[in-house]
C-alpha cells in the first residue's frame, strides 16, 4: 500500500501495490496551506515523498501515522547542517523517524480531528471514520507522496 495526498484537491488515497485506488477521503492541511513546509511553526503541509515512520494507536487526535518529514531533500533544500542532512540519510535507510524537534519543523502525522477546513499545525486532518479506515490498510514503511 502506498498513499497519495493531493494539497490542492485536500484528497487522500489509499492505492495498492498496482496503483489502483483502494479507499480515498477528504483532507483538511495546516493552517497556511500553500506551498511546501519551510520551517518549524510555519503552519504549512510539507510536500514530497515520505514513508509511515510511526503507527500510533492512541493521540491527541486518535489515531495517527507520523511521517518521515524532514526528509534528506527537504534538509538540503532548506539548508540545514551536514550533520544533520547524514542523520536523517542514516534514518531513511533504516526507515527510522526522523528527528522532529529541529528548525526544519517535523512530527507531520496522518490522523483524525476533521476535514472540514484546514486547521492543524502541518498535519493532514482527516474525519474519524476514514482514519480508521487508512490506518487499518497501512503500516510502517509505506510510502507517503505529497503533491501541491
Given amino acids: ?5 493531493i494539497k ?3 484528497q ?3 492505492l ?3 496503483g489502483s485506488a483502494v479507499f480515498c477521503c477528504r483532507i483538511a492541511l495546516g493552517n497556511h496551506p500553500e506551498g511546501s513546509k ?3 511553526g510555519d503552519g504549512r503541509t510539507p510536500e514530497g515523498a515520505d514513508y509511515i515512520c510511526l503507527c500510533k494507536e492512541h493521540g491527541k487526535f486518535g489515531q495517527s501515522l ?3 518529514y524532514p526528509s534528506s531533500v527537504d534538509a538540503l533544500r532548506l539548508r540545514a547542517e551536514e550533520q544533520l542532512v547524514e542523520y536523517i540519510r542514516q534514518c531513511e535507510r533504516e526507515q527510522k523517524r526522523p528527528p522532529w524537534g529541529t528548525a526544519l519543523g517535523g512530527e507531520i502525522c496522518i490522523h483524525g480531528g476533521g476535514s472540514g477546513s484546514d ?3 502541518g498535519c493532514i486532518a482527516l474525519n474519524a471514520e476514514d482514519i480508521a479506515q487508512v490506518f487499518a490498510l497501512c503500516q510502517h514503511g509505506n510510502r507517503v507522496t505529497i503533491l501541491p
Fill in 1 to 5: 500500500m502506498r498513499i497519495e495526498i
Fill in 8 to 10: 490542492h484537491l485536500r
Fill in 12 to 14: 487522500l488515497t489509499v
Fill in 16 to 18: 495498492d501495490d498496482s
Fill in 38 to 40: 519551510e520551517c518549524a
Fill in 66 to 68: 507520523g511521517l518521515s
Fill in 119 to 121: 486547521w492543524t499545525a
